[in-house]
């Protein structure tokens, strides 16, 4: 009895240590918001791709920060246990402004499967709601933590949400494909509401949900005074159509198949939405 009393202090450490296993020394000192990112050889491993993670720190909602992982190449975010609820809405701020800085980054498809950085288990995919509509995500089983694309992520913090058939059916003449905002497979809204690959639904970032969320930031900028926005939200999306449209032509330009054939094809609305409130938040 006498040797389990000593034991015991050193059970309970390595307990609560436990969920945050892989996270090296490197990462005692992760990255703040406003700081250049740097990928580090040590660092946590991405569940797709495998490389290092760019350890991030953002403002948490009660106190402190909260620390986070993410991968630019698969658009994606680990966060070890509940970390996701803890973000305070500037934190949401810094986040846009990243996924701004990396929009042209390569992106890869998702691997399949995805492995828990802590233990490598599978990761279980999973699913759940919010008034913005049905988001999904890779949950560890040992409870180590989720691994969320950047979409997936703004869905469930309702900035984006997921076209209707009507809107869907409006896109379409418009438009031929879209990126899927879960696995970045390309999805022929012709024919198909969901990826066929992971059947993310199509998604576009809210402009109504993004008024909101400039009028929060506005407000803690000014120390309380609230400045309401004059922007005029369906013009928001039609910009971010013909952004699109501009990189693509610029794309195509580059590679000399201007003159060529070529099916409209839109890329992530959700990121290139995010390129144009960037550009609002900077004014």
Not at 250 to 258: D, K, N
Request: proline content about 6%; hydrophobic content about 35%.
């Amino acid at each position: 009895m006498e040797l389990l009393r000593r034991q015991l202090p050193g059970i309970r450490r390595r307990q609560e240590e436990a969920p945050r296993r892989g996270r090296c020394q490197a990462q005692a000192h992760p990255l703040q918001a406003d700081q250049p990112l740097s990928r580090n050889v040590t660092a946590t491993r991405c569940p797709s791709c495998r490389a290092a993670m760019t350890p991030l720190k953002l403002a948490g909602k009660l106190h402190g920060a909260v620390e986070l992982d993410l991968c630019f190449t698969c658009q994606g975010i680990w966060f070890d246990g509940f970390e996701s609820h803890q973000i305070a809405p500037g934190g949401i701020v810094d986040l846009f402004k990243l996924i701004h800085e990396h929009r042209d980054d390569m992106r890869m498809p998702l691997a399949d499967p995805l492995t828990c950085p802590r233990c490598d288990e599978k990761l279980i995919r999973g699913l759940d709601q919010t008034k913005s509509g049905k988001f999904t995500y890779h949950r560890c089983l040992n409870g180590h933590g989720r691994f969320t694309v950047f979409a997936q992520f703004m869905i469930e913090k309702g900035f984006v949400r997921q076209l209707n058939p009507i809107e869907i059916k409006e896109l379409a003449a418009r438009i031929d494909s879209v990126r899927c905002t879960g696995c970045g497979a390309p999805v022929d809204i012709r024919r198909d509401a969901a990826c066929t690959h992971c059947r993310a639904p199509i998604a576009i970032l809210d402009p109504a949900a993004v008024e909101q969320a400039l009028a929060t930031y506005h407000q803690a900028a000014q120390s309380g005074e609230l400045r309401r926005t004059e922007r005029d939200p369906n013009a928001l999306a039609e910009a971010i159509l013909m952004t699109e449209r501009q990189k693509s032509q610029r794309q195509r330009e580059s590679a000399g198949l201007l003159n060529r054939p070529v099916e409209n094809v839109v890329g992530d609305l959700v990121v290139s939405g995010v390129e144009i409130v960037w550009g609002l938040l900077k004014r």
